[in-house]
Protein backbone atom coordinates (compact mmCIF):
# COMPACT_ATOMS: atom_id res chain seq x y z
CA UNK A 1 0.00 0.00 0.00
CA UNK A 2 3.01 2.18 0.55
CA UNK A 3 4.05 1.93 -2.57
CA UNK A 4 0.71 2.52 -3.98
CA UNK A 5 0.11 5.45 -1.96
CA UNK A 6 3.40 7.00 -3.04
CA UNK A 7 2.64 6.72 -7.05
CA UNK A 8 -0.49 8.85 -6.02
CA UNK A 9 -0.51 12.54 -7.52
CA UNK A 10 -2.07 14.32 -4.28
CA UNK A 11 -2.68 12.69 -1.10
CA UNK A 12 -5.66 9.96 -0.98
CA UNK A 13 -8.89 10.61 1.94
CA UNK A 14 -7.99 8.21 5.03
CA UNK A 15 -10.97 6.66 6.37
CA UNK A 16 -9.82 4.72 9.91
CA UNK A 17 -11.36 2.64 12.57
CA UNK A 18 -10.34 2.42 15.97
CA UNK A 19 -11.36 -0.22 18.74
CA UNK A 20 -10.72 2.02 21.77
CA UNK A 21 -6.78 3.80 21.07
CA UNK A 22 -6.14 0.70 18.46
CA UNK A 23 -6.70 0.98 14.80
CA UNK A 24 -8.60 -1.89 13.47
CA UNK A 25 -9.60 -0.90 9.97
CA UNK A 26 -7.58 1.70 7.09
CA UNK A 27 -8.93 2.52 3.61
CA UNK A 28 -7.28 4.45 1.06
CA UNK A 29 -9.64 6.43 -1.22
CA UNK A 30 -9.24 9.35 -4.29
CA UNK A 31 -11.78 11.60 -5.06
CA UNK A 32 -12.49 12.14 -8.66
CA UNK A 33 -14.80 14.55 -10.30
CA UNK A 34 -17.05 13.06 -13.10
CA UNK A 35 -18.95 15.11 -16.14
CA UNK A 36 -21.90 13.17 -17.31
CA UNK A 37 -24.87 14.47 -19.51
CA UNK A 38 -25.05 18.16 -19.87
CA UNK A 39 -22.25 19.11 -17.68
CA UNK A 40 -23.57 17.52 -14.52
CA UNK A 41 -20.60 16.58 -12.32
CA UNK A 42 -21.07 13.64 -10.11
CA UNK A 43 -18.30 13.15 -6.91
CA UNK A 44 -16.63 9.34 -7.16
CA UNK A 45 -14.52 7.70 -4.05
CA UNK A 46 -12.00 4.95 -5.59
CA UNK A 47 -10.84 2.17 -3.10
CA UNK A 48 -7.54 2.33 -3.74
CA UNK A 49 -7.59 2.88 -7.27
CA UNK A 50 -7.53 6.35 -9.28
CA UNK A 51 -10.11 5.76 -11.66
CA UNK A 52 -7.67 6.17 -14.44
CA UNK A 53 -5.78 3.60 -16.56
CA UNK A 54 -2.15 5.52 -16.25
CA UNK A 55 -2.37 5.47 -12.65
CA UNK A 56 -4.32 2.17 -12.33
CA UNK A 57 -2.11 -0.15 -14.42
CA UNK A 58 -0.44 -2.07 -11.38
CA UNK A 59 -4.31 -3.64 -11.31
CA UNK A 60 -4.73 -4.19 -7.50
CA UNK A 61 -6.83 -6.63 -6.33
CA UNK A 62 -8.73 -8.38 -4.08
CA UNK A 63 -9.53 -5.33 -3.02
CA UNK A 64 -10.91 -4.46 0.34
CA UNK A 65 -10.77 -2.57 3.56
CA UNK A 66 -6.98 -2.79 5.11
CA UNK A 67 -9.11 -5.13 8.59
CA UNK A 68 -7.49 -6.35 11.62
CA UNK A 69 -7.77 -9.91 11.57
CA UNK A 70 -10.35 -10.62 14.45
CA UNK A 71 -13.97 -9.15 13.77
CA UNK A 72 -12.95 -8.50 9.86
CA UNK A 73 -16.78 -8.68 9.22
CA UNK A 74 -18.15 -5.98 12.15
CA UNK A 75 -15.00 -3.58 11.27
CA UNK A 76 -16.25 -3.55 7.67
CA UNK A 77 -19.56 -3.12 8.28
CA UNK A 78 -18.92 -0.12 10.56
CA UNK A 79 -16.54 1.69 8.35
CA UNK A 80 -19.40 1.06 5.71
CA UNK A 81 -22.18 2.50 7.56
CA UNK A 82 -19.82 6.08 8.02
CA UNK A 83 -19.65 6.23 4.25
CA UNK A 84 -23.20 5.62 4.25
CA UNK A 85 -24.02 8.25 6.87
CA UNK A 86 -21.78 10.84 4.48
CA UNK A 87 -23.21 10.75 1.74
CA UNK A 88 -21.76 14.40 1.16
CA UNK A 89 -18.21 12.58 0.20
CA UNK A 90 -19.22 10.52 -2.91
CA UNK A 91 -22.60 9.78 -5.55
CA UNK A 92 -20.33 7.26 -6.49
CA UNK A 93 -18.56 4.19 -4.62
CA UNK A 94 -16.21 2.47 -6.73
CA UNK A 95 -14.90 -1.00 -5.60
CA UNK A 96 -12.89 -4.16 -6.76
CA UNK A 97 -11.49 -5.60 -8.13
CA UNK A 98 -12.58 -8.34 -5.25
CA UNK A 99 -14.07 -11.52 -4.38
CA UNK A 100 -18.01 -11.85 -4.65
CA UNK A 101 -18.15 -12.78 -1.30
CA UNK A 102 -16.57 -9.40 0.00
CA UNK A 103 -18.23 -7.34 -2.70
CA UNK A 104 -21.48 -8.85 -0.45
CA UNK A 105 -20.72 -7.55 2.95
CA UNK A 106 -20.81 -4.35 1.35
CA UNK A 107 -23.91 -4.63 -0.15
CA UNK A 108 -25.74 -5.23 2.86
CA UNK A 109 -25.17 -1.72 3.77
CA UNK A 110 -25.02 -0.38 0.05
CA UNK A 111 -27.75 -1.71 -1.48
CA UNK A 112 -27.48 0.14 -4.41
CA UNK A 113 -24.87 -1.09 -7.18
CA UNK A 114 -23.96 -2.25 -10.65
CA UNK A 115 -21.16 -4.43 -11.65
CA UNK A 116 -18.83 -2.79 -14.04
CA UNK A 117 -16.19 -5.41 -14.74
CA UNK A 118 -15.88 -9.65 -13.85
CA UNK A 119 -12.98 -11.59 -13.82
CA UNK A 120 -12.50 -15.36 -13.28
CA UNK A 121 -9.73 -16.29 -10.88
CA UNK A 122 -7.70 -19.11 -11.08
CA UNK A 123 -5.98 -21.03 -8.00
CA UNK A 124 -3.83 -23.78 -7.29
CA UNK A 125 -4.33 -25.49 -3.94
CA UNK A 126 -0.83 -26.91 -2.55
CA UNK A 127 -1.93 -28.16 0.85
CA UNK A 128 -1.11 -32.20 1.31
CA UNK A 129 1.39 -31.97 -1.90
CA UNK A 130 4.81 -33.54 -0.73
CA UNK A 131 6.12 -33.42 -4.11
CA UNK A 132 5.12 -31.70 -7.63
CA UNK A 133 4.13 -35.04 -8.66
CA UNK A 134 1.43 -34.96 -6.26
CA UNK A 135 0.35 -31.29 -8.16
CA UNK A 136 0.96 -32.65 -11.38
CA UNK A 137 -2.00 -35.67 -10.59
CA UNK A 138 -4.42 -33.31 -10.49
CA UNK A 139 -3.94 -31.36 -14.24
CA UNK A 140 -5.50 -32.96 -17.15
CA UNK A 141 -3.73 -35.94 -19.17
CA UNK A 142 -3.04 -33.35 -22.07
CA UNK A 143 -1.93 -30.67 -20.07
CA UNK A 144 1.07 -33.09 -18.10
CA UNK A 145 1.63 -34.30 -21.54
CA UNK A 146 2.63 -30.52 -22.42
CA UNK A 147 4.65 -30.10 -19.80
CA UNK A 148 6.69 -32.95 -19.88
CA UNK A 149 7.36 -33.12 -24.08
CA UNK A 150 8.34 -29.09 -23.33
CA UNK A 151 11.08 -30.68 -20.64
CA UNK A 152 12.14 -33.27 -22.60
CA UNK A 153 13.01 -31.10 -26.02
CA UNK A 154 14.47 -28.18 -23.86
CA UNK A 155 16.69 -30.78 -21.81
CA UNK A 156 18.12 -32.04 -25.27
CA UNK A 157 19.95 -28.70 -25.54
CA UNK A 158 21.27 -28.06 -22.23
CA UNK A 159 20.22 -28.23 -18.05
CA UNK A 160 17.15 -26.54 -16.93
CA UNK A 161 17.03 -24.64 -14.01
CA UNK A 162 15.11 -21.92 -11.98
CA UNK A 163 17.00 -19.42 -10.34
CA UNK A 164 15.75 -16.42 -8.09
CA UNK A 165 16.90 -13.13 -8.54
CA UNK A 166 18.53 -12.59 -4.41
CA UNK A 167 20.57 -9.62 -5.13
CA UNK A 168 19.57 -6.03 -6.06
CA UNK A 169 21.85 -6.03 -9.02
CA UNK A 170 20.17 -9.28 -10.11
CA UNK A 171 16.93 -7.81 -9.72
CA UNK A 172 18.05 -5.23 -11.78
CA UNK A 173 18.95 -7.21 -14.87
CA UNK A 174 15.75 -9.19 -14.29
CA UNK A 175 13.57 -6.57 -13.97
CA UNK A 176 15.44 -5.01 -17.43
CA UNK A 177 14.89 -8.10 -18.97
CA UNK A 178 11.20 -8.61 -18.06
CA UNK A 179 10.25 -4.80 -19.17
CA UNK A 180 12.30 -5.84 -22.77
CA UNK A 181 10.07 -8.17 -23.23
CA UNK A 182 7.11 -7.47 -22.14
CA UNK A 183 6.94 -4.04 -23.94
CA UNK A 184 7.83 -6.21 -27.02
CA UNK A 185 4.46 -8.44 -26.54
CA UNK A 186 2.32 -5.80 -25.44
CA UNK A 187 3.68 -2.63 -27.64
CA UNK A 188 0.55 -2.86 -29.65
CA UNK A 189 -2.35 -3.48 -27.92
CA UNK A 190 -4.82 -0.72 -26.23
CA UNK A 191 -3.05 0.34 -23.45
CA UNK A 192 0.39 -1.34 -23.63
CA UNK A 193 3.20 -2.18 -21.52
CA UNK A 194 2.98 -0.92 -17.73
CA UNK A 195 6.91 -0.47 -18.17
CA UNK A 196 6.56 2.57 -21.07
CA UNK A 197 4.20 3.68 -17.93
CA UNK A 198 6.53 5.77 -15.44
CA UNK A 199 3.95 5.26 -12.68
CA UNK A 200 3.38 1.62 -12.94
CA UNK A 201 7.09 1.60 -13.21
CA UNK A 202 7.79 3.48 -10.21
CA UNK A 203 5.79 1.42 -8.02
CA UNK A 204 7.12 -1.97 -8.97
CA UNK A 205 10.70 -0.06 -8.33
CA UNK A 206 9.51 0.86 -5.12
CA UNK A 207 7.87 -2.43 -4.29
CA UNK A 208 10.87 -4.52 -5.21
CA UNK A 209 13.71 -2.43 -3.95
CA UNK A 210 12.34 -0.62 -1.06
CA UNK A 211 14.14 -2.36 2.55
CA UNK A 212 10.25 -2.66 4.05
CA UNK A 213 8.35 -4.28 1.42
CA UNK A 214 11.03 -6.11 -1.11
CA UNK A 215 10.62 -9.26 1.18
CA UNK A 216 6.94 -9.28 -0.42
CA UNK A 217 8.42 -9.68 -4.44
CA UNK A 218 10.67 -12.37 -6.25
CA UNK A 219 11.43 -12.93 -9.46
CA UNK A 220 12.61 -16.27 -11.21
CA UNK A 221 13.80 -17.00 -14.07
CA UNK A 222 13.49 -20.05 -16.15
CA UNK A 223 17.13 -21.19 -18.05
CA UNK A 224 18.68 -23.40 -20.25
CA UNK A 225 22.01 -23.54 -19.41
CA UNK A 226 22.65 -19.71 -19.28
CA UNK A 227 20.27 -18.73 -21.89
CA UNK A 228 17.09 -17.22 -19.89
CA UNK A 229 13.63 -18.80 -21.26
CA UNK A 230 11.35 -17.23 -19.44
CA UNK A 231 11.24 -14.44 -16.39
CA UNK A 232 7.97 -14.74 -13.87
CA UNK A 233 7.28 -12.05 -11.16
CA UNK A 234 5.59 -13.18 -7.95
CA UNK A 235 3.84 -11.58 -4.84
CA UNK A 236 4.14 -13.61 -1.95
CA UNK A 237 2.02 -13.23 1.51
CA UNK A 238 2.29 -16.06 4.67
CA UNK A 239 1.54 -18.84 2.83
CA UNK A 240 0.33 -17.34 -0.30
CA UNK A 241 1.92 -17.04 -3.55
CA UNK A 242 0.81 -14.92 -6.25
CA UNK A 243 1.85 -14.87 -9.95
CA UNK A 244 1.67 -11.16 -10.81
CA UNK A 245 3.06 -10.62 -14.20
CA UNK A 246 5.36 -13.28 -16.82
CA UNK A 247 7.98 -12.64 -19.69
CA UNK A 248 8.92 -15.50 -21.87
CA UNK A 249 10.84 -15.09 -25.03
CA UNK A 250 8.99 -16.42 -28.15
CA UNK A 251 10.05 -19.82 -29.29
CA UNK A 252 9.96 -21.76 -32.93
CA UNK A 253 8.64 -25.02 -31.73
CA UNK A 254 5.06 -25.09 -31.27
CA UNK A 255 5.38 -27.97 -29.33
CA UNK A 256 7.35 -26.07 -26.76
CA UNK A 257 5.15 -24.64 -23.62
CA UNK A 258 7.63 -22.27 -21.41
CA UNK A 259 4.82 -20.84 -19.52
CA UNK A 260 3.37 -24.34 -18.48
CA UNK A 261 7.26 -25.67 -17.60
CA UNK A 262 8.25 -22.23 -15.60
CA UNK A 263 5.05 -22.29 -13.91
CA UNK A 264 5.25 -25.70 -12.67
CA UNK A 265 8.70 -25.30 -11.69
CA UNK A 266 7.71 -22.38 -9.60
CA UNK A 267 4.92 -24.30 -8.46
CA UNK A 268 7.59 -26.94 -7.64
CA UNK A 269 9.41 -24.77 -5.43
CA UNK A 270 6.65 -23.78 -3.69
CA UNK A 271 5.38 -27.36 -2.36
CA UNK A 272 9.38 -27.67 -1.12
CA UNK A 273 8.66 -24.10 1.03
CA UNK A 274 5.38 -25.91 2.00
CA UNK A 275 3.21 -22.87 0.29
CA UNK A 276 -0.36 -23.72 0.22
CA UNK A 277 -1.54 -21.57 -2.56
CA UNK A 278 -0.43 -20.84 -5.78
CA UNK A 279 -2.70 -18.04 -6.91
CA UNK A 280 -2.79 -17.01 -10.86
CA UNK A 281 -5.35 -13.94 -10.06
CA UNK A 282 -7.77 -12.47 -12.32
CA UNK A 283 -8.06 -12.62 -15.88
CA UNK A 284 -9.21 -15.12 -18.36
CA UNK A 285 -6.46 -17.19 -19.92
CA UNK A 286 -6.28 -20.92 -21.12
CA UNK A 287 -3.02 -21.93 -19.47
CA UNK A 288 -4.22 -20.95 -15.66
CA UNK A 289 -7.36 -22.84 -16.37
CA UNK A 290 -5.23 -25.80 -17.48
CA UNK A 291 -2.44 -25.60 -14.89
CA UNK A 292 -5.44 -25.10 -11.90
CA UNK A 293 -6.63 -27.70 -9.56
CA UNK A 294 -9.63 -26.02 -8.49
CA UNK A 295 -12.96 -24.60 -9.29
CA UNK A 296 -12.44 -20.73 -10.55
CA UNK A 297 -14.19 -18.42 -8.50
CA UNK A 298 -14.87 -14.66 -9.87
CA UNK A 299 -13.19 -11.50 -8.76
CA UNK A 300 -15.87 -8.36 -9.53
CA UNK A 301 -15.42 -4.25 -9.73
CA UNK A 302 -18.61 -2.73 -8.48
CA UNK A 303 -19.58 0.56 -8.41
CA UNK A 304 -22.15 1.72 -5.45
CA UNK A 305 -24.26 4.93 -5.81
CA UNK A 306 -26.65 6.93 -4.03
CA UNK A 307 -30.64 6.45 -5.10
CA UNK A 308 -31.10 9.69 -5.56
CA UNK A 309 -33.36 10.84 -8.65
CA UNK A 310 -30.42 11.85 -10.56
CA UNK A 311 -28.08 8.58 -10.11
CA UNK A 312 -31.39 6.59 -10.40
CA UNK A 313 -31.99 8.31 -14.19
CA UNK A 314 -28.41 7.68 -15.15
CA UNK A 315 -28.46 4.00 -13.98
CA UNK A 316 -31.61 3.97 -16.22
CA UNK A 317 -30.24 5.58 -19.44
CA UNK A 318 -27.60 2.82 -18.57
CA UNK A 319 -29.41 -0.32 -18.88
CA UNK A 320 -31.10 1.55 -21.91
CA UNK A 321 -28.18 1.80 -23.78
CA UNK A 322 -26.82 -1.30 -22.88
CA UNK A 323 -29.98 -3.12 -24.02
CA UNK A 324 -29.64 -1.20 -27.08
CA UNK A 325 -25.99 -2.25 -27.93
CA UNK A 326 -27.18 -5.59 -26.99
CA UNK A 327 -30.11 -6.14 -29.42
CA UNK A 328 -27.93 -4.75 -32.09
CA UNK A 329 -25.65 -7.36 -31.79
CA UNK A 330 -27.83 -10.12 -31.70
Not at 23 to 36: K, M, N, S
Request: glycine letters at 4%.
Amino acid sequence: MSAWINSLPSAPIVLIAYQDDVCVGLAFFTQRIERIFLGIKIKQLWLHRCGEQGLDQMWIEHNDFLLHSSHKQSIREAMTTYLLEHQHLWQELHIGLSRVKTLGEFQHVLPYSRIDLSSPDFEVNLRDKMHVDDYLKDLSKNTRAQIRRTEKILSQGGSLSLTIANTDELKRSYLQDIAALHKDKWQDTEYGSGFDNPIFEHFHQQLIFDAETSNVTSLYCLRVNDEPLAYIYILKEGNAWYFYLSAIKNHTDNRIKIGLLAHTYIIKEAIEQQVTKYSFLAGEARYKQSLSNTPSTMQKMACFYQPSLLMRSRETLRHFKHALQKSFKD
